[in-house]
């Protein structure tokens, strides 16, 4: 069983930056494909960004490239999204994944803003 928990959403201005993070409990963090995924208001979720276990692999949205960055720290079981350049479209809530062939968690979420 794995928890998470995300941290660090919140209200900022169109171009600015946030940084989130998502704690996980458990041993096997480091064993985990870790992601990023989204829902705006009125919106499916929809995916942001995922880092392998290793961190070999990198993948984000077409919509996200080049602003945001996933990294991952396995010694503090974390996984960071550094979000720069936000835009309005940017607004939803956010919330951390932790998958592997077998399992899928998620946590609850923490708010992004962006205004304009």
């Known amino acids: 069983q794995v928890q998470l928990v995300e941290s660090g959403g919140g209200l900022v201005q169109a171009g600015g930056s946030l940084r989130l993070s998502c704690a996980a409990s458990?041993?096997?963090?480091?064993?985990?494909?870790m992601g990023w995924f989204r829902q705006a208001p009125g919106k499916e979720r929809e995916f942001v960004a995922r880092?392998?276990?290793?961190?070999?692999?990198?993948n984000y949205a077409d919509s996200v490239k080049g602003r945001f960055t996933i990294s991952r720290d396995n010694a503090k079981n974390t996984v960071y999204l550094q979000m720069n350049s936000l835009k309005p479209e940017d607004t939803a809530v956010y919330y951390c994944?932790?998958?592997?062939?077998?399992?899928?968690?998620w946590g609850q979420g923490t708010q992004v803003t962006v205004s304009s």
């Open positions: 994944n932790a998958f592997t062939t077998s399992e899928d968690y």
């Open positions: 458990g041993r096997t963090f480091s064993s985990y494909t």
């Open positions: 880092i392998t276990s290793t961190s070999g692999t990198l």
